[in-house]
């Protein structure tokens, strides 16, 4: 059993246990004042949601009990340095690509990566250099980059600087990322990696390796994914190899995007999270995974549905399960079925149903899969031949045609999407979740991918959009698709 210190859970105990008065922020002091509606409900943690008080160190300058987790978690992660996020992985992403690139400079981005990632290569000013992933045939979903395709990037662009890729998918699967992290490191190409969904990647097997153990120079993971953590506790970590200057450029760009009033409450979870995965013995965690897999057991006893089994060409996650319709009713449809069971999954797709299991006891009560099972009972198997269709894609490399930045400089106007082809695009088009753009800002909209929008459309996918996706913001250009 590991070492399970919690530096700033107990610095903030011993603060809470010295009953102090309030005269600072935040203005519930300490839970004395709140709605009566819900003070029964949080005042058991509002004395933790505190401030940069005597004892309780500072986030952007830590020296105590925020430094020491923050040192704690870089020792779990095998890390250099690990940072604490208060913003999500989202805020991670802005800033290690931030810190990492020089305005003007070129980066392969891998084609599916979450909206995120995209917005700092926008505020960054950096040219995106566009990867398609490698697809599934079985499922039709992303499965990451292949070496074949980095290589031809690379000598299509040999001056790009960076490598940016997701890893697992959302689903927890992907292809083996060593080779790709070893032909980038070859070319002086620096990695940074959007691995949202692998904190627990650190308790080893079965679990996949961490891109950081790889050779990855800058790991962001969502900490509240997968660990007992509070929504938007996530980790920056920075390789032992990066050297300081980049070091000091992220923290930099962390004092920038991250708040200058952070949550203690999430530090907390943050701090608390870390000592839970490090005291998981192996004991715990066959036993974790042994109720994962009675679920899948349960749940194959349903023929209109079919648990899809990751072959060893991937690394997949034990605790995603991805449930494929095998009858006519969408993905969107199965998990509205699943909620009215009061079985609330992560997310569908026009095919699948995404299960996310955590590292406790997980079980599914079998009345409630007795339910499920006789509300599909009523929908047809389709034959093997109908739901199992190749999905392939062409290796394409795409840089995008105007900068992430320039599209705030140039004219638009907004048109059918039904005529939008051949247009550039002036906003991102993103079904969510998972939060991954179909379309993006600066790309050429092309017959296959108006086809793909309006199959999600059809089976009821959810558009972060800023109005009904009838129409989209193109550029404006008397050029543009004559």
């Known amino acids: 059993m590991k070492s399970n210190n919690l530096p700033l859970v107990e610095a903030i105990q011993q603060h809470i246990r010295n009953h102090p008065v309030s005269f600072h922020v935040p203005g519930h002091k300490n839970g004395t004042v709140f709605h009566h509606a819900i003070h029964a409900n949080f005042q058991?943690?509002?004395?933790?949601?505190?401030?940069?008080?005597s004892g309780l160190d500072d986030l952007h300058a830590p020296t105590g009990a925020i430094l020491e987790a923050q040192q704690a978690a870089a020792r779990l992660y095998q890390a250099k340095e690990t940072f604490f996020l208060v913003g999500g992985s989202t805020v991670g992403n802005l800033a290690m690509i931030y810190g990492?690139?020089?305005?003007?400079?070129?980066?392969?981005?891998?084609?599916?990566?979450?909206?995120?990632i995209f917005h700092a290569l926008q505020i960054a000013g950096l040219t995106a250099i566009l990867l398609t992933p490698e697809f599934d045939e079985e499922s039709g979903l992303a499965v990451g980059v292949a070496r074949q395709t980095l290589q031809k990037a690379l000598n299509l662009y040999p001056n790009a600087k960076g490598l940016i890729i997701t890893y697992p998918n959302y689903?927890?699967?992907?292809?083996?990322?060593?080779?790709?992290?070893?032909?980038?490191?070859?070319?002086?190409?620096?990695?940074?990696?959007?691995?949202?969904?692998?904190?627990?990647?650190?308790?080893?097997?079965?679990?996949?390796?961490?891109?950081?153990?790889?050779?990855?120079?800058?790991?962001?993971?969502?900490?509240?994914?997968?660990?007992?953590?509070?929504?938007?506790?996530?980790?920056?970590h920075i390789s032992h190899k990066l050297n300081d200057d980049y070091r000091h450029r992220i923290k930099e760009a962390l004092a920038m995007f991250q708040s200058s009033s952070p949550s203690y409450l999430l530090m907390a979870s943050l701090d608390g999270a870390r000592a839970y995965a490090e005291s998981l013995s192996t004991t715990e965690l066959t036993t974790i995974l042994a109720g994962v897999q009675a679920v899948k057991t349960e749940l194959s006893s349903i023929k209109q549905i079919k648990i899809l089994n990751w072959d060893d060409r991937y690394l997949s996650d034990p605790l995603k399960v991805t449930i494929k319709t095998t009858t006519n009713l969408t993905g969107f449809e199965l998990q509205e079925l699943f909620n009215k069971n009061n079985i609330y999954t992560e997310l569908a797709d026009d095919k699948h149903v995404l299960l996310v299991f955590g590292l406790g006891q997980n079980s599914l009560d079998k009345e409630v899969v007795k339910s499920i099972k006789q509300s599909l009972g009523g929908y047809e198997v389709r034959s093997e031949e109908l739901s199992k269709k190749a999905?392939?894609?062409?290796?394409?490399?795409?840089?995008?045609?105007?900068?992430?930045?320039?599209?705030?400089?140039?004219?638009?106007?907004?048109?059918?999407?039904?005529?939008?082809?051949?247009?550039?695009?002036?906003?991102?088009?993103?079904?969510?979740?998972p939060g991954v753009p179909i379309i993006l800002q600066g790309e050429r909209i092309d017959k296959k991918t108006l086809v793909e929008v309006n199959k999600l459309l059809e089976a009821g996918a959810t558009f972060q959009v800023e109005q009904q996706l009838e129409d989209v913001l193109v550029i404006d250009s008397e050029d543009e698709n004559e």
């Open 100 to 116: 990492m690139f020089d305005r003007g400079d070129q980066v392969f981005v891998q084609r599916n990566s979450h909206k995120s």
């Open 44 to 53: 058991s943690v509002l004395p933790y949601d505190v401030t940069e008080l």
């Open 391 to 433: 999905h392939k894609v062409e290796m394409d490399i795409k840089q995008l045609e105007f900068n992430l930045s320039e599209v705030r400089e140039l004219p638009k106007r907004r048109i059918p999407l039904t005529m939008a082809e051949g247009f550039v695009a002036a906003e991102a088009i993103i079904p969510y979740p």
């Open 171 to 236: 689903f927890g699967v992907s292809l083996d990322v060593e080779p790709i992290i070893k032909l980038a490191k070859k070319h002086h190409v620096r990695v940074l990696v959007d691995e949202a969904h692998a904190a627990h990647f650190c308790l080893g097997q079965p679990f996949p390796p961490s891109t950081l153990q790889l050779g990855a120079d800058v790991v962001v993971q969502s900490a509240h994914k997968m660990l007992p953590a509070l929504t938007m506790s996530s980790f920056l």
